[in-house]
Every structure is written in structure tokens, then in C-alpha cells.
């Protein structure tokens, strides 16, 4: 059972924060991503979808004809990250990431295995990447998968620093609608072809 | 719970047939696409995965430290198709059907839903196709979105004629490895711009 997992929380909103703020109420990044996608979506400006999670499905119950139950399953390592989808012809795959810190995203986040994904994706031309939220100064970054590799490959920290990312990642734009307008960013990654 | 489907069966290997057969040892679709693409991967020609199935979780118990395990979860209808992945810098995006029938594959095996999303994967230049498999005579054909839906919007048959497929969809070579080299065909595809 080594590529069973313990996930540790299903995602939920947090409880509304005290100061409303249009821009970002306190939702998780997750939230955000999936609204932010059905908006895209619903206007026809791109086709991205979170995968569901993989689960090791062990037992299900047929009994009653409505609707199988599944009575025992696992949560699976995913192989890949959790968002794909096409954009303007372009194949977009990313991941997206939370951190309480307010110095440093930790690289342990980052599993192996979605490294040599966004390697492989980066390789057939897509474009990949990570958004990354710093919660509690409430910022969103959009990093450039190539942009991570080549800082592991040169360093042995086990941390972006904040400053680092700041002049490295994209700063995304929250609003109501859209709530992340990351695909402005990556119509200048485009034009710029700076995804490879 | 109207998004909630019984799904009749998890796909296992069938059992080999008495005929052994080195392009096709009775496998099912699903099982030879997973190889396919495996081979795909490991070579370093596209990423293409087929996505998990979506589940509602009901009910996890997490009394184990050692993996949390879901009790109560059920099938839900996928919004999208099951394979999706990048090659050449292209989205690919398809779905795959298995038909019992000798002479027409039933259009009532795509959902609405998926139509949908084909029609919106076209829209932003993505290449979207089903690959269909006539079981008993042993064969797979690759048949663009596009053509589909512009026979679904031409016509009312409520199934495609195997001979109209023979005319209007392409022929997957099968062999040891990859089981199905359906990018031959994505390649003559790209080159001819027959996606969109």
C-alpha cells in the first residue's frame, strides 16, 4: 500500500473572514481555481478542469439499482498535477499550491513525481506551471514549471524565498470575475514564448 | 442525486481467450489505451492519461494513521472525456467506446455532455476524437469530433453505420507495442489541419 496516502483534509471554503473583501473572501486557492475555470469556461475563453482525485476502489455495494456504493476505497498518489486543459490551441497543466509563510514556499510541496510530469509536459510543448498562494499576505503567483526546474537544478535549498519568487513568478490579478486572471498572464507567456 | 449513475461494472481484464492473438489478446479498450499511452510516456512521445473517475465522498474514516479511508462514496457523471494529454505541443482530448454491434456503433454511448465538451475542445483548437472499437470483429477506428458532430447535426439516426465509420473515421493499426498507434494517425491529422 505504498502509493496510498493519508489525505488529510477534504478541502472545504473557510468560514467568511470578518473583513469582506470583494477580491478574495477567504476562499481556498482550490475554490478560486474552480470558479475561476467555470467562468473561463462558460464564456468560451478556455477548457480547463481540475481531475478528479484518484482512488483505490476496493469494495462497492450493487444492491440498491439507484446507485452504486462504494463502500472501501483509498486516496492514490495522483501521477500528474491537478489541472489540464486547452487554451488558444496551447495544452496548459498546472498544480496549484497553499502557504502559510510568509517568507518562503517549501519545495516539499512539490512532489517528485509532478516534477517529472511538468518535465515531460514542458518537453511534448505545453505549457506548465504552478500557482502558488501565499494565504496570509493573499497573493497568488503563477511560477513557470521551466523557471522551477532550473532553480532545483542549480540549488540545494529546500525553499523558493519569497523575494525570489517575486522576481521570478507572475503576480495574478484577483477580481470578482475572474477571481485569478491567470490566463492574461499566460497570453503574454505565449506571445513571448518563454514557456520552454 | 440525479448526477449520481450507476456504473454497471469496473472494468477488469477479461479472460484470455482460447485464440492467443499477439495484437489484441482480448483486452479491453481501456486496458489496451493504458498500455498505449504507457508506451507513449515512457518513450517520451506524448502525455496522455486517462483521468480518474469522479466520485462523491460521503464518508472517510480516518481512525488509521497509516491511510483515511473513504466509506461511503458513489459514481457521478463525468463532465468531460476520460483521456486528455499534450503531443507536439497539441491538446489532444478523447473519449474511448467499445460496441458489441457487427454493423453500427449507437450514438446513444455519447453523452450529451461529452458532445459538449468536444464541440468546446474544437473551439479552442484542440484535437478531440473518439476512438471506437468494434468488438467482435476486432478492429478501432479513430473518428474525429468534428465529423461526428457534423453528422449528428445533418442527421437523425440514432447510431453511425460501420460503413459509414469505414469511410469517415480511421483505422487504428494494431500491433505488440504500442497495442494502438492512434499518434500515426494524429500526426497525418496535424499535418493535413483536419482537426478544427
Known amino acids: 500500500v505504498s502509493n496510498l ?3 488529510p483534509n477534504l478541502k472545504k471554503p473557510r468560514k467568511t473572514d470578518k473583513e469582506i473583501n470583494f477580491a478574495n473572501r477567504g ?3 482550490e475554490n478560486d481555481l474552480n470558479l475561476t475555470n467555470e467562468y473561463y469556461r462558460s464564456i468560451g475563453k478556455a477548457i480547463i478542469h481540475k481531475k478528479p482525485l484518484p482512488l483505490q476502489i476496493v469494495a462497492v455495494d450493487y444492491r440498491k439499482r439507484s446507485a ?3 463502500t472501501e476505497a483509498y486516496f492514490k498518489t ?3 498535477t491537478d489541472y489540464n486543459g486547452v487554451y488558444r490551441g496551447f495544452y496548459l497543466d498546472y498544480d496549484a499550491k497553499e502557504t502559510n509563510s510568509l517568507t518562503a ?5 512539490v512532489h517528485q513525481h509532478q516534477l517529472k510530469h511538468l518535465q515531460a509536459v514542458i518537453q511534448q510543448k505545453g505549457i506548465a506551471f504552478l500557482i502558488i498562494r501565499f494565504t496570509k499576505c493573499n497573493q497568488d503567483y503563477l511560477l513557470l514549471a521551466k523557471d522551477l526546474l532550473a532553480f532545483i537544478a542549480k540549488n540545494a535549498r529546500k525553499s523558493l524565498a519569497k523575494s525570489w ?5 507572475y503576480l495574478i490579478k484577483q477580481a470578482l ?12 507567456i505565449i506571445e513571448e514564448v518563454k514557456y520552454v
Do not use: K, V
Open 177 to 188: 470575475n475572474p477571481r485569478l486572471s491567470y490566463l492574461e498572464i499566460i497570453d503574454q
Open 105 to 109: 514556499f517549501p519545495l516539499s510541496q
Open 78 to 80: 495522483p501521477s500528474t
Open 68 to 70: 452504486a456504493r462504494i
Open 165 to 169: 519568487i517575486e522576481e521570478n513568478a
Open 27 to 29: 476562499m481556498s486557492l
Open 5 to 7: 496516502i493519508n489525505y
